[in-house]
Protein backbone atom coordinates (compact mmCIF):
# COMPACT_ATOMS: atom_id res chain seq x y z
CA UNK A 1 0.00 0.00 0.00
CA UNK A 2 1.59 3.25 -0.94
CA UNK A 3 -1.52 5.75 -0.37
CA UNK A 4 -3.17 6.99 2.47
CA UNK A 5 -6.86 6.00 3.05
CA UNK A 6 -8.74 8.68 5.07
CA UNK A 7 -12.20 8.30 6.21
CA UNK A 8 -14.40 11.18 7.26
CA UNK A 9 -17.63 10.24 9.57
CA UNK A 10 -18.95 13.26 9.12
CA UNK A 11 -20.11 16.03 11.87
CA UNK A 12 -18.88 17.66 14.87
CA UNK A 13 -18.97 14.91 17.01
CA UNK A 14 -17.63 12.81 13.77
CA UNK A 15 -14.14 11.16 13.96
CA UNK A 16 -11.77 10.61 11.27
CA UNK A 17 -9.79 7.08 10.38
CA UNK A 18 -6.06 7.38 9.21
CA UNK A 19 -4.54 4.50 7.45
CA UNK A 20 -0.65 4.93 5.74
CA UNK A 21 1.72 2.65 4.74
CA UNK A 22 3.66 3.34 8.13
CA UNK A 23 0.81 3.66 10.95
CA UNK A 24 -3.08 3.77 11.40
CA UNK A 25 -4.42 6.71 13.18
CA UNK A 26 -7.62 7.82 14.60
CA UNK A 27 -8.68 10.86 15.88
CA UNK A 28 -12.06 12.81 16.57
CA UNK A 29 -12.93 15.35 14.41
CA UNK A 30 -11.40 19.12 15.30
CA UNK A 31 -14.60 21.09 16.87
CA UNK A 32 -15.28 24.36 18.47
CA UNK A 33 -18.29 25.69 20.56
CA UNK A 34 -19.23 29.31 20.18
CA UNK A 35 -22.33 31.34 20.19
CA UNK A 36 -24.50 31.09 17.50
CA UNK A 37 -25.83 33.57 14.89
CA UNK A 38 -29.13 33.97 16.47
CA UNK A 39 -29.76 36.64 18.73
CA UNK A 40 -30.97 34.45 21.95
CA UNK A 41 -28.30 32.75 23.61
CA UNK A 42 -27.80 29.73 22.06
CA UNK A 43 -24.47 27.66 21.44
CA UNK A 44 -23.60 25.90 18.05
CA UNK A 45 -20.31 23.52 17.73
CA UNK A 46 -18.49 23.89 14.66
CA UNK A 47 -15.46 22.26 12.60
CA UNK A 48 -12.14 23.59 13.44
CA UNK A 49 -11.28 24.52 10.10
CA UNK A 50 -7.11 25.07 10.64
CA UNK A 51 -7.03 22.14 12.95
CA UNK A 52 -8.46 19.70 10.19
CA UNK A 53 -6.68 21.43 7.54
CA UNK A 54 -3.54 21.16 9.35
CA UNK A 55 -4.63 17.60 10.39
CA UNK A 56 -5.04 15.99 6.84
CA UNK A 57 -2.04 17.68 5.42
CA UNK A 58 0.52 17.44 7.95
CA UNK A 59 -0.68 13.83 9.75
CA UNK A 60 -0.67 12.74 5.93
CA UNK A 61 1.99 14.46 4.05
CA UNK A 62 1.85 12.91 0.76
CA UNK A 63 -0.12 13.34 -2.78
CA UNK A 64 -1.36 9.81 -2.80
CA UNK A 65 -4.54 10.19 -0.54
CA UNK A 66 -8.00 8.27 -1.13
CA UNK A 67 -10.52 10.41 1.07
CA UNK A 68 -14.34 9.36 1.70
CA UNK A 69 -16.53 11.54 3.43
CA UNK A 70 -19.84 10.19 4.87
CA UNK A 71 -23.11 11.80 3.56
CA UNK A 72 -24.88 13.53 6.35
CA UNK A 73 -27.64 13.21 7.81
CA UNK A 74 -30.46 15.25 6.04
CA UNK A 75 -34.01 14.80 7.99
CA UNK A 76 -36.23 18.01 8.10
CA UNK A 77 -38.04 16.64 10.88
CA UNK A 78 -34.25 16.92 12.77
CA UNK A 79 -33.46 20.07 12.08
CA UNK A 80 -30.95 21.35 14.26
CA UNK A 81 -29.04 17.95 13.55
CA UNK A 82 -29.34 18.46 9.73
CA UNK A 83 -28.42 22.18 10.15
CA UNK A 84 -25.41 20.92 12.16
CA UNK A 85 -24.23 18.37 9.49
CA UNK A 86 -24.71 20.36 6.54
CA UNK A 87 -22.86 23.03 8.33
CA UNK A 88 -19.65 20.17 9.12
CA UNK A 89 -19.93 19.14 5.43
CA UNK A 90 -19.27 22.90 4.34
CA UNK A 91 -16.62 23.09 6.55
CA UNK A 92 -15.10 19.85 5.66
CA UNK A 93 -15.22 20.30 1.70
CA UNK A 94 -13.82 23.97 2.10
CA UNK A 95 -10.79 22.21 3.86
CA UNK A 96 -10.37 19.44 1.43
CA UNK A 97 -10.39 22.43 -1.47
CA UNK A 98 -8.40 24.89 -0.43
CA UNK A 99 -5.32 21.11 0.16
CA UNK A 100 -6.49 20.56 -3.25
CA UNK A 101 -7.46 16.68 -2.71
CA UNK A 102 -9.94 15.02 -4.41
CA UNK A 103 -12.76 12.98 -2.37
CA UNK A 104 -15.58 11.00 -2.72
CA UNK A 105 -18.90 10.56 -0.47
CA UNK A 106 -19.39 7.28 0.85
CA UNK A 107 -22.82 6.10 2.40
CA UNK A 108 -23.05 4.71 6.07
CA UNK A 109 -25.18 1.76 5.04
CA UNK A 110 -22.00 0.62 2.32
CA UNK A 111 -19.35 0.70 4.97
CA UNK A 112 -21.39 -0.79 7.45
CA UNK A 113 -22.54 -3.58 5.14
CA UNK A 114 -18.76 -4.59 4.41
CA UNK A 115 -17.79 -4.88 8.07
CA UNK A 116 -20.51 -4.73 10.60
CA UNK A 117 -22.61 -7.92 11.37
CA UNK A 118 -25.56 -8.57 9.45
CA UNK A 119 -28.88 -7.48 10.98
CA UNK A 120 -27.07 -4.96 13.24
CA UNK A 121 -30.09 -1.98 13.55
CA UNK A 122 -30.20 1.42 15.56
CA UNK A 123 -28.19 3.76 16.49
CA UNK A 124 -26.68 2.20 20.00
CA UNK A 125 -26.19 -1.28 18.40
CA UNK A 126 -24.74 0.59 15.67
CA UNK A 127 -22.26 2.25 17.55
CA UNK A 128 -21.56 -0.53 20.07
CA UNK A 129 -20.87 -2.90 16.54
CA UNK A 130 -18.92 -0.47 15.34
CA UNK A 131 -16.50 0.05 18.27
CA UNK A 132 -15.80 -3.54 18.76
CA UNK A 133 -15.02 -4.18 15.32
CA UNK A 134 -12.65 -0.98 15.41
CA UNK A 135 -10.89 -2.63 18.41
CA UNK A 136 -10.85 -6.14 16.81
CA UNK A 137 -9.20 -4.71 14.01
CA UNK A 138 -7.07 -2.01 15.08
CA UNK A 139 -5.97 -3.03 19.46
CA UNK A 140 -3.95 -0.20 19.09
CA UNK A 141 -6.63 2.56 18.86
CA UNK A 142 -8.92 1.08 21.82
CA UNK A 143 -8.65 3.91 24.08
CA UNK A 144 -9.43 6.16 21.27
CA UNK A 145 -12.31 4.00 19.80
CA UNK A 146 -13.82 3.84 23.72
CA UNK A 147 -13.42 7.39 23.77
CA UNK A 148 -15.53 8.33 20.77
CA UNK A 149 -17.55 5.75 21.83
CA UNK A 150 -17.30 4.46 17.71
CA UNK A 151 -14.70 3.65 15.32
CA UNK A 152 -16.22 5.05 12.30
CA UNK A 153 -13.95 7.12 10.81
CA UNK A 154 -11.78 4.47 10.81
CA UNK A 155 -13.98 1.94 9.92
CA UNK A 156 -14.62 4.18 6.53
CA UNK A 157 -10.53 4.38 5.68
CA UNK A 158 -10.27 0.67 6.50
CA UNK A 159 -13.18 0.15 4.18
CA UNK A 160 -11.62 1.84 1.29
CA UNK A 161 -8.26 0.55 1.73
CA UNK A 162 -9.74 -3.17 1.15
CA UNK A 163 -11.77 -1.55 -1.47
CA UNK A 164 -8.92 -0.09 -3.53
CA UNK A 165 -6.53 -2.78 -2.81
CA UNK A 166 -3.48 -2.54 -4.85
CA UNK A 167 -2.87 -5.29 -6.66
Not at 40 to 57: A, F, M, N, P, Y
Amino acid sequence: MSRAYIGIDNGVTGSIGIITPKETMFFRTPSKKEQSYTKKKQGITRIDVVKLHDLIDIVVPCNDRRIAVERPLVNPGMFKATLSAMRALEATLTVLENLGVGYEYIDSKEWQKALLPQGTKGSTELKRASADIGKRLYPHLSEQIDKQKDADGLLIAHYLMTKYKET
